[in-house]
């Protein structure tokens, strides 16, 4: 008994083998040497070289130079996480509880859209929400926008892009986790004469907890780091984190400040996920 | 009991051995931490003289070179420019339309050619100010003079001595170009000058300026009062207040790099700081979009074309050269690129191919326009770090 168990531990530790060696390379190596970069000399330049100068102050000075487009990517990210929670949970609802055979198609015509490229899908935003087009139009004509209104380059175009983008990775671990809910359980709370309402809150919501939870992660993290839809589909005014460390990377080939703002951004993240999946009870999902 | 023993032992034994790694690798980068790997970035200075291959030209009758979009007359045509150059040398050329901008472009290819390794091309086309840095670097091979007589004999004076780069040791231009201002006419009365496209209200949220920092704040250091080709640190601050002022009023749809005249053309901006040659070939789609020269004078830019270290076919790269700069292939390829062709004598052979192009002072600029042109400052290194972040700092914060 014991001995198989041994084995089994082994065999365990065997088939993590080919993931550990992955992340070695290609995440704990360029993560070691990101951190490093973090800590160069900020004065230094590619004519001179970055020499290692153990520089903490670098976060300081991103944490104060930066403060805008952090809050900016966190508060679109927690804003489209939201709206892809309140529309990915009535799609997922819809899909598992009501409707029936077209059950599949449904599930299909959510992925769809990753078929085109993330690029495509957000440039042809710009054509739909452009200031001569229906959307616009219609609007001004509701007088929901003003005469001179707009949508495109608006912190409005951004997270509604970014929902957009997002929603797939939402609504599949939310049905993933309705689907498997029993039904009898639902008509069980009926037959104890809660109304539909109190059963939902009481049975569905609460077993549809781990999608919810493992949906507003997908959707979040790749959310705040994003900065394709701030980039098209916003404008001087929208830029966010990824947009700076773009930059800073490229364009002013800025290394040490540029790390210093992703290592920042990955802990920020982190943190928040932690905490969340903490408050959440759920933490058997990670 | 024995149920549910196996499990937590596997979950101890599992944590367990996370925990020890962590610590052990913790402990590793403790003590390693007095000369480890990727401490530190050695400057990417290198010296053309020893950093440079076997030129195989004789072998090999290959080319590779790295363009921009839209910069070459269609390759297919059987009349084309390019298939002259392969029925007159017999030389293979392998075209990549793979530079999009100057800063990625250098991104690209900063570890090889900062560690004097190969990047597998044999030509590569930059902007003034990035051939100017990748010569200091020491990144380019100096061309040899009695290769290319046609660059030396019929380049234009006024692109002949460049500080960076005096006597065209080191490069020749491809193409060259006007910096302006493009409006949509059909929405927009006439723009004069850039002080207008950042301040006017009736263009509020409706412009672009190029995310290219010498293009943009050369006419910012202008109408700050300031000469872009020597500026000093404040007055360089006062141009740069001016953008984050016009950011800050909401007059900025965005910074564009190579897209702008889509939005121009589709009406979600009426007005931008544009290329010429972009601007031309625009026109014939949208006869609405005009290019105005602002009043505050002209920019006058260059691609240019450089050998970087370690290519192996410079003789056939010279050739190429060559060939481009005989007015008669220019003139060629003018008429279909539109931007202002650095060879003399293109002018008196674009009559044969097409007289409604001779007069066009973006193409052919007469010494009058060309007086007006101004030059962005060489930077030192230190300047360039502090003017790129500051500028990056502006369009990205």
Redesign the interface.
Known sequence: MSEGVRRRGRIGYLLLLPAAAWLLLFFVVPFYSLVATSLFDPSGSDFRGYEMDYAFGNYADVVRDYAGPFGRSLLYGALATLFCLVLGYVLAYAIAFKSGRWKNLLLVLVIAPFFTSFLVRTLSWKLILADDGVVVNTLQALQVLGDDGRLLATPVAVVAGLTYNFLPFMVLPLYASLDKIDHRLIEASGDLYANPFVGFFKVTWPLSLPGVVSGTLLTFIPAVGDYINAQFLGSTNERVIGNVIQSQFTDANNYPVASALSVLLMVLILAMVLVYVRRAGTEELL | M?QDG?AR??TL?RRG?LKGGGAVAFAGVSVAALK?P????????QDPASCRARDVSEEEMSLVISNWTGYIDPRKDPKSTWKGFRESTGIKVDYNVDVNDN??F??KV?NQL?SCDPIDRDLIVMTDWMAARMI??GWIQPLDKANVPQLHANILDSLRDKPWDPGLEHHAPWQSGLTGIAYNSAVTGEIKSFEELVTRPDLK?KITLL?E?RDTMGFLLKVAGADPGDFTEDEWHDALDLLKKA?AD?Q????AGNNYLQELS???VVACEAWSGDVIQAQFENPDIKFVVPEEGLSLWSDNMLVPNQATHQANAEKWIDYYYDPAVAAKLASWVNYICPVAGAREEMEKIDSSLVDNPLIFPDDDLLSNTFDFMDLD??Q??QY??E???V???
């Open positions: 024995s196996p032992r596997s034994s051995v480890l990727f401490f530190s970035v050695p400057g990417a200075q800063a990625e250098y991104a900063k900062g200091g670097l949220g995310s920092m950011i909401k900025l749809r965005s910074f589709g009406g979600n290194d230190r360039n770090a790129e972040r500028w990056a700092d369009t990205a914060g």
